[in-house]
DNA sequence: GAATCGATATTGATGTCATCAATACTGTTA
DNA sequence: TAACAGTATTGATGACATCAATATCGATTC
């Protein structure tokens, strides 16, 4: 048992308008017949009279002119409804180009990319897992959208938004010994690090306070490409290094019971997003920082007493 | 091809407030089936995905949220709808009880009682041609609910609308011979009138100023009690009357070459509507006053030095 | 008064649609 | 691994919108 239907509600105030059948069901792509039973279907539904059918042109009744308003009101809000589900359409189409550090990239991406990816079958989502730099130039020159990173980055003409501090850990390979680290403790000689252009690599320099000091003590400098063979290397060599706080929960890539926090200060790293200042999809960039921080918050929680460790 | 329709919107809306297919579709009574296969057609139809099925409850997309509040906006209007429509119906709906008095009712019914029958076929209207006092006393005691008859009525409680003034022309049956009548031209002796009781009668003699007068000169008095009985004994008895305009175009009933206009002033009734003050069906009322309006207007068109003779 | 015209109403046919019951599929829980 | 709760899919079916053809109606013309 239907009720009344936008494709009536179309007849209708084609009919108002035009005066005619014939004139109203041209008008609405329909044959007179259609049309016409369609708008007796209509005042039989409703069981009112809407028009008078022998003056010419055809006019409403007085029941049909006190409802005419309200009709129209209706087809103005399904009006509404279509162009608001275009405009949405078209800020959720498209692409969107994704670059991100690889000392945050195997610890986050499979937080949240997933869920994003079957949130939004109409964007296409492009990872490119780049560093610092790279990531800011291809940003400054549009040729990606969004950059996830260590902040700030040196260029104030990008948009920088801040979304989370990750504290760093110890990794100390060797059979467990000390429940806490203070940063004298760690032995530079056993300090393995990425090679430079990891603004990490930068950050773990700055916590140990040991750049000269650490190139004089050894006659093995080693820098791995990849955080996997950074982990590997420590690993076998029983070395030591700092890890952000995503990289220790995986239980698959070392052992758990080796890492340990530093006393005193924490020394954090801020992750965010930069975008280009006309970037324009703001509504598609917040869902993607919400999916981030909806992963993220239930693991670090908030911190205290922490000292942010800049990436340059 | 099918287009957004309202059931669609109503089953999403439930969604969006049960965040369970299962509990949306028993507050539509509709399966689940077909609740899942509609949001499904309706995201087909749309090309965006408006639910998020992997969570529980489930939540709409950020594209869904984007587009509720206008799904909303719809649903509401198509609520105001109905409930317009209902109190429309009962307004248009049950009966009219008219009453009107003789020497409106057979010129001024034809003109527009058809046309008003026929555009509300869901009122019923029911005509009672009787005298002044019997209109005002049944609609004062709600048994009426519209007097149509000569204003005004001696009764202040009773609400009463002038619809148009109505001229008086001297219908003379003899052979033509006059371009013009003054009242001092009527001859008493050959007036005829309708029986006390009609205003008309009243309405009549205050214009010839004769009521002593008339009943000293002749020893026949005849009243005839209708119109139409007037109109053949003046006609066979070469008399006089005085007739309404309205009256004057039944060319099947007399003699049009036998009217004759009174010069000076021009003696008129007003004719109007009287209800009970507590009438509620004002847009019905107005309806009924439009269309004797309508009817009328081309006939009367505006008078001008006139002289109003009240009907008592 | 009959024929013609323009317009609406009706009819029967037909493809599309909404809806159902049954069941397959999926993720969670014990 | 089985059971459970919930969603998605499938095939069947009655309801529906729509069409082309034509009946009906009121106005106009001859």
Redesign the pocket.
């Known amino acids: 048992?239907?009720s009344i239907?936008i494709?009536q509600i179309k007849y209708l105030l084609a009919l108002e308008q035009t005066g005619?059948?014939?004139h109203a069901a041209e008008a609405c792509y329909?044959?007179?017949?259609?049309l016409?039973?369609?708008i007796?279907?209509l005042e039989t539904q409703i069981g009112l009279s809407l028009f008078d059918?022998s003056s010419k042109p055809?006019r409403m009744t007085e029941e049909g002119s006190a409802l005419l308003s309200q009709f129209r009101q209706v087809q103005l809000e399904m009006e509404n409804l279509e162009e608001l589900i275009q405009l949405t359409k078209n800020e959720f189409y498209g692409s969107m180009r994704i670059g991100i550090i690889p000392t945050i990239a195997p610890f986050l991406l499979p937080l949240f990319l997933d869920k994003l990816v079957n949130k939004y079958p109409n964007v296409n989502f492009s990872i490119d897992e780049i560093t610092t730099n790279d990531i800011t130039n291809r940003v400054k020159l549009r040729e990606l959208d969004v950059g996830i990173l260590s902040l700030p980055v040196n260029e104030k003409d990008l948009m920088q938004q801040t979304l989370f501090l990750e504290d760093f850990l110890v990794y100390d390979a060797r059979q467990p010994s000390h429940k806490n680290y203070k940063v004298k403790d760690i032995d530079p000689s056993r300090l393995w690090l990425l090679e430079e252009g990891h603004c990490m690599t930068t950050q773990i320099e700055k916590i140990c306070v040991l750049r000269k000091q650490r190139e004089s003590s050894s006659n093995l400098v080693y820098k791995s490409g990849s955080i996997l063979s950074l982990l590997e290397l420590v690993k076998s060599n029983k070395g030591i290094t700092l890890l952000p706080r995503l990289a220790t929960l995986r239980e698959n890539l070392l052992d758990t019971n080796c890492i340990y926090s530093l006393t005193g200060t924490t020394p954090v790293r801020k992750i965010g997003v930069i975008t280009h200042p006309n970037f324009a999809k703001k509504r598609l960039l917040k869902i993607l920082v919400d999916e981030i921080l909806d992963a993220v918050k239930p693991i670090l929680g908030k911190k205290k007493n922490v000292q942010v460790i800049n990436p340059y």
């Not at 329909?30 to 259609?34: A, D, G, I, P, R």
């Open positions: 048992m239907t239907s494709p005619s059948f014939s329909v044959t007179q017949s259609t016409s039973t369609m007796k279907k059918r055809i």
